[in-house]
T-cell receptor, first 112, second 112 residues
Framework: DGGITQSPKYLFRKEGQNVTLSCEQN?????MYWYRQDPGQGLRLIYYSQIVNDFQKGDIAEGYSVSREKKESFPLTVTSAQKNPTAFYLC???????????FGPGTRLTVT | GENVEQHPSTLSVQEGDSAVIKCTYSDSASNYFPWYKQELGKRPQLIIDIRSNVGEKKDQRIAVTLNKTAKHFSLHITETQPEDSAVYFCAASSPTDDKVIFGPGTSLSVIP
């Protein structure tokens, strides 16, 4: 379980505010991912990064932004443009693409 | 892009019976197919994976089969135990874009 952390565990925001979710890993993994988990919809890919200073959009990137300035960090910003931001957000990392992903404990975001 | 379907969405079995979960994918270039288990309140964890150069892989009570021609793969759990109760996700990944696309999940209940 150790090696990849997300903070905070619970986050509450008012509508119209941007919010940044933290994801840190000390596994020396090159690849990092952000997923959104909603009941009955599995894990949907928001953004992913194979290497520092590079990242690609996933299937539901609209209303989100990321940065990858350091290998161990991949923060996700949920902007006010995201129409339905309340969800459970999972970060993951892997040694390389197409390999086992290690997930963080998740952040549950509630926007009212 | 890749699309992964998964059936059934819920599955109940008696302890000791077998459970089978089936997935289909759309991108013929996909060559990596992991399965993750998510227990209630916990993060997803890899339980088994298969690459396109093999048709079957086994690990104790868990096995995965892959039919590349038909673009489907299945998870088989034998001699189910109550601790197998969880949500199971299949996924597919293509070297074309290195994205890992998950299915919607199957909630497995093993009845003692």
């Amino acid at each position: 379980d150790g090696g990849i952390t997300q903070s905070p565990k619970y986050l509450f925001r008012k509508e119209g505010q941007n919010v940044t979710l933290s994801c840190e890993q000390n596994l020396n993994h090159d690849a990092m991912y952000w997923y959104r988990q909603d009941p009955g919809q599995g894990l949907r890919l928001i953004y992913y990064s194979q290497i520092v200073n590079d990242f690609q959009k996933g299937d539901i990137a609209e209303g989100y932004s990321v940065s990858r300035e350091k290998k161990e960090s991949f923060p996700l910003t949920v902007t006010s443009a995201q129409k339905n931001p309340t969800a459970f957000y999972l970060c993951a990392s892997s040694i390389r693409a197409l390999g086992e992903q290690y997930f963080g404990p998740g952040t549950r975001l509630t926007v009212t | 892009g890749e699309n992964v379907e998964q059936h059934p969405s819920t599955l109940s079995v008696q302890e000791g019976d077998s459970a089978v979960i089936k997935c289909t994918y759309s991108d013929s270039a996909s060559n990596y197919f992991p399965w993750y288990k998510q227990e209630l309140g916990k993060r997803p964890q890899l339980i088994i994976d298969i690459r396109s150069n093999v048709g079957e892989k086994k690990d104790q009570r868990i096995a995965v089969t892959l039919n590349k021609t038909a673009k489907h793969f299945s998870l088989h759990i034998t001699e189910t135990q109550p601790e197998d109760s969880a949500v199971y996700f299949c996924a597919a990944s293509s070297p074309t874009d290195d994205k890992v696309i998950f299915g919607p999940g199957t909630s497995l209940s093993v009845i003692p």
